[in-house]
């Protein structure tokens, strides 16, 4: 009976070549101004830190309340309805497979790399406040805010981001109407959205109003006067 060959140490033949190992992708993307997206904004840091060579830089996605419905709504998309409520306010990814929430994202950390990032709740709060007041300052732009009611009713707080850079007269305007400083018009209109009502509001579309004269829509008043050019 024949013996099998024998392998030579030198052969490239008969070594067996192994990809190198590619470093791990950690993606967190959520609403910046929750503590979740602070959780998992700090296990990825974690990760890389004690494992400099089996990861990339994590890529961090913070997104405003708008952003993040859209980006939430497209992923439900891309994942063919699989997740029909998702009750967290940050989503985590590995090497763009979806793991989960911050907690998840904590659990696959420990039970895979040994990692233990678990802070007081207290200072995730404390964390999230920071973030956030930097993230708006960086963005350049104003905020303002409209109290929202129903039959007088408190039901919630719009905020508007004002992209002063792109459209610097037409931001002063609303900033304005939003605080009431602008007084009066020059007619006696109150240059105010206090008290003034959504004219039109379309079921599952959309809502229509910042008429301060009739509030019917087909009138109105600015603190330049009743028209002026956009811009």
Not at 89 to 109: E, I, P, R
Not at 167 to 194: E, W
Request: charged share 25%.
């Amino acid at each position: 009976m024949a013996s099998p060959k024998q392998c030579r140490p030198r052969s490239a033949r008969c070594r067996s070549q192994s990809p190198p190992e590619q470093p791990l992708q950690v993606k967190v993307v959520g609403l910046f101004k929750s503590s979740s997206f602070q959780i998992a904004k700090s296990a990825a840091e974690t990760l890389k830190s004690n494992y400099p060579s089996k990861f990339e830089d994590p890529i961090v996605v913070p997104l405003q309340e708008f952003a993040w419905d859209q980006y939430l709504q497209e992923k439900k998309r891309e994942l063919k309805n699989e997740i029909w409520e998702y009750s967290s306010y940050v989503m985590c990814f590995v090497n763009d497979q979806l793991l989960g929430d911050a907690f998840d994202l904590q659990k696959w950390a420990h039970k895979m790399w040994d990692v233990v990032d678990f802070k007081p709740p207290e200072l995730y709060e404390a964390l999230t406040v920071d973030y956030s007041a930097k993230f708006l300052t960086d963005t350049k732009h104003a905020f303002v805010f409209l109290d929202i009611s129903v039959d007088f009713y408190p039901i919630g707080r719009l905020v508007f981001e004002l992209y002063c850079d792109a459209c610097p007269k037409t931001c002063r305007n609303f900033q304005m109407l939003c605080t009431g400083k602008a007084g009066y018009s020059q007619s006696g209109i109150r240059l105010h959205y206090v008290g003034s009502i959504f004219h039109r509001v379309v079921p599952n579309g959309w809502i229509q109003g910042g008429d301060i004269v009739e509030g019917k829509g087909d009138d109105g008043e600015s603190i330049y006067g009743p028209t002026f050019e956009g811009n």
